[in-house]
């Protein structure tokens, strides 16, 4: 079978090594504009602040080693169409300009995502940077070595992590966001606030509700101005991270997409031309704690999609089973992790939900050191299943957002969460972990609002209205 991956990304590059593992005597090509695959865009904030001395280090592959398995790799390629009808490619050489057709058996879309680049004037001077890929990060540390006072826009985990990375090592930052939170896709207002408060504990300059209109400035002066809803604002050099924009032109117009262009999947990634899969930013993926659709570009699903397809590929037989957006932030000396619907998001989707707060400690008091803990724990209240979590201590927390994570995916309730079986060593832990406490929490606030009556969706237990 002749296979064709389009896009060397996190999802094309695990695509690759599975089917070349699995069934190596397969016809495989892959086809990348750039001759630096599988680069983790996580790791340039680390870069930034000098936690991570070489940026080379961000990559886990490379074109060489997908050939020493069995690949025709075709770096430096440009795939200028996709016929789907006639399972063809049309594809430039971006060094010599010749242009060639290929054609596929099963076609693999890995296209990924690039920096949603808003519609700005003066978006293209040569002080304001994009940051995704490699060559991108190299322009940024590269600017940030000559210049003093950045601008940031755009107040998600990238941004955050820049304003946190450079604040670090000297720089002046000031960090736009048009939103009245930062991280409003991931925290509620009182975790946003608290981000707020270490950013300017810090030094760096937050704007919240700041719509930046314009860049101004030409390319040989000192500064470029940002004008914005609240006035001017001088910077060196100005980063743009304002979320991304999934790769899928190629196919348009061939395979069904959602409004913003994203390609929709079945189960086993599959489009709705049977030939043609996708997996990674350019799609779609089934976020669990709602059961709908949502583009959610995040380095875990698209590698999770990219071992899937390499299977389904050949046999349907790895359904992919959703994603509940877990991430986690360190923001100065606090792991921040989060999992899930804030209670925000799941209120605005009409879901009858609610929160609960917890502040302790992750180990008893008695032990020789420990950190205070905060973890708001979101829930519905109809049926009681868990929603979501937010975690922040500057213990190491982020492991439990994966528990949550995955009682979320089972479609646990807080009766679940609130007794089910942890680990109790003091060095370690309470007798009741802290994940059983805040849903112990959530249990007593719907029993003191008159809703007493437990629900358990674990295997193993027997609700009260069943028979023994």
Not at 21 to 32: A, G, Q, S
Not at 147 to 158: L, Q, T
Not at 390 to 405: E, F, G, R, Y
Request: glycine residues 6%.
């Amino acid at each position: 079978m002749k296979v064709i991956i389009i896009g060397c990304t996190h999802a094309g590059t695990i695509a690759a090594t599975e089917i070349l593992k699995n069934h190596p005597d397969t016809d495989l090509t892959i086809y990348e504009r750039t001759d630096n695959f599988s680069f983790l865009s996580c790791g340039i904030s680390l870069y930034l602040e000098g936690k991570v001395k070489r940026l080379e280090d961000m990559f886990y592959s490379s074109p060489q080693e997908l050939r020493d398995m069995g690949a025709t790799v075709r770096d430096k390629h440009d795939v200028l169409k996709v016929d789907a009808a006639t399972h063809t490619i049309q594809v430039a050489n971006m060094e010599t300009g010749e242009v060639f057709n290929d054609a596929y058996d099963k076609l693999i879309m890995t296209t990924g995502s690039s920096v949603m680049v808003p519609p700005l004037y003066g978006i293209d001077n040569t002080k304001v940077l994009l940051c995704k890929n490699y060559q991108q990060a190299q322009a940024i540390y590269k600017a940030s070595k000559e210049h003093h006072n950045v601008a940031i826009v755009g107040a998600g985990y990238a941004g955050v992590e820049f304003a946190e990375a450079l604040s670090g090592t000297g720089h002046h930052v000031s960090i736009f966001q048009a939103r009245s939170q930062v991280l409003n896709n991931y925290v509620d207002n009182d975790m946003s606030s608290w981000a707020v408060q270490q950013l300017q504990k810090h030094n760096v300059d937050v704007h919240l509700e700041t719509e930046v209109s314009a860049f101004t400035g030409n390319d040989d002066s000192d500064q470029i101005t940002l004008e914005t809803t609240h006035g001017d604002f001088k910077a060196d050099m100005a980063i743009v991270s304002t979320g991304f924009t999934p790769n899928t032109s190629l196919l348009s117009g061939q395979v069904d997409t959602e409004r913003h262009g994203s390609f929709l999947t079945n189960r086993f990634l599959q489009t709705s031309n049977p030939d043609i899969y996708a997996a990674g930013d350019c799609c779609m993926v089934r976020f669990n704690p709602t059961g709908t659709p949502a583009y959610t570009p995040l380095a875990s699903v698209a590698i999770r999609q990219g071992m899937l397809v390499a299977h389904n590929i050949f046999d349907h037989t790895h359904p992919y089973n959703g994603t509940q957006a877990t991430s986690a932030l360190k923001l100065y000396d606090y792991a921040l992790a989060t999992t899930g619907l804030t209670l925000t998001h799941a209120l605005k989707r009409g879901i009858d939900a609610a929160s609960v707060t917890f502040e302790g400690t992750w180990r008893p008091d008695y032990m020789p050191s420990t950190d205070k803990l905060t973890i708001v724990l979101v829930y519905d209240k109809k049926n009681r299943r868990v929603l979501g979590a937010q975690l922040l201590s500057k213990h190491d927390i982020t492991q439990s957002a994966n528990a949550v994570s995955l009682a979320i995916q089972n479609n646990n309730t807080i009766d679940d969460l609130a007794f089910v079986d942890m680990l109790f060593q003091p060095n370690f832990d309470y007798p009741f972990n802290y994940l059983n406490q805040v849903a112990q929490l959530a249990v007593d606030q719907e029993a003191a609002a008159g809703r007493t009556k437990p629900l358990f969706t674990a295997p193993g237990y027997e609700n009260p209205d069943q028979k023994a």
